[in-house]
């Protein structure tokens, strides 16, 4: 049992107290039994959710592994961790499943989620034995890192995800659009000599499965689309048209996309590659409307943690991907907290990726599972990549002073992580 002293609820002033035993709340302000702790002030919220993390186990434990991503994912305050399936071998394989899942138990950070692979190999061909996955454990099937060339094999596999009551994550970009582009297709890759990626490949691709959702929901298929990483203004108005209709579409968007441009990349640092790009300035404001409206459903962070050699690679070479899991809330607090406000960005972190995966609603309830964090929301500090958990120590914020850093994140009723 333990009590944690010294907090606030989201919107009080009133210092209280909650209780923890047996993995759920036992009750708030009652007398203080157990080991007893400091919430040093803190505001008290239900942990994060990250329905889009890349923890790189199995096969590219150089980058990051279970331990130190869902480590990093704790000192985030994040309490469930949705990681993608493009390592190696794929998680393909309901055995797979099943060992990160007892693996990630044992560790006492983040609980993890696998999604599993849509296709075999990640390939794009032939469906992955659907069924079997999900009764191994996993969360969603998702070819993230590979697009869906495919319109009949993602169709096929929207059916047989919507008949197990599953979601489908999908990266929306057109391959033959996207190209070899490592940038935003625009006035900045023209003046770098860079080859572009246009705002069309994703919303081309968008426009694509809203329709193949359309064409299975007017025949009652219950298939449920969920768009990765928006990046762009118009694939956003495609999405918001889509739920107009009331179709199954939901989207979320990273904050990368909404705090930098791809006037980054003027630096020629790769640190800022990321897939989809970076856009405009246009773009950015576009989606943080979305924010605002309840267009976009929530925010993921894309955690894609490279080794620095890779990062040091030039622009055509290095990988894409920026691993920020830790920064995540301080980021959008710092920013947006005064645009969106507080219950709102915790919402988007949330009770919104709850309600993508048609999970029950987190709450602070007595008798709930105890997961939760504590937030400082006043003392600023500068980002210093040397203490980050995850193994990728470098990212593009480092030095910007942030605030609403996570004191303590507790999960399943246990210490996930203390500052």
Known sequence: MITITNIKRVGSEKTESVTIEGGLIKGWNLLEEGDIIDGQGGTVAPALIELHAHLREPGQTEKEDLSSGLAAAAAGGYGTVVSMPNTSPVVDDPAIVRTLIEKAAGLGFARLRPAAALTKGQKGEELAELTYLKEAGAAMFTDDG???????????????????????????????????????????????????????????????????????????????LHVQHLSTARALDLVRAAKAQGLPVTCEVCPHHLTLTDEALRSFDAIYKVAPPLRTQADADHLLEGLRDGSVDCLATDHAPHTRAEKERDLLDAPSGIAYIELAFPLMYTRFG???????????????????????????????????????????????????????????????TLKGWPVLTVVDGKVAFQR
Do not use: C, Y
């Open 146 to 224: 590979r697009t869906n060339e495919n319109a009949r094999t993602l169709r096929l596999g929207l059916e047989t995800a919507g008949s197990l009551g599953m979601v489908i994550s999908v990266h929306a970009e057109d391959a033959s659009l996207r190209a070899d582009g490592v940038m935003n297709e625009g006035p900045v890759s023209e003046a770098l000599g860079l080859p572009g990626n246009p705002a069309a490949a994703e919303a081309a691709r968008v426009a694509r499965d809203i329709e193949i959702v359309a064409g299975l929901h007017a025949q009652g298929v219950p298939a449920r």
């Open 338 to 400: 005064e645009t969106l406000g507080l219950e709102r960005i915790l919402d988007l972190m949330t009770a919104a990726p709850a309600r993508v995966m048609g999970w029950a609603a987190p709450t602070l309830d007595a008798g709930q599972k105890a997961d939760l964090v504590i937030l400082d929301l006043t003392t600023e500090r500068p980002v210093n990549p040397a203490e980050f958990r995850s193994k990728a120590k470098f990212t593009p914020w480092a030095g910007e």
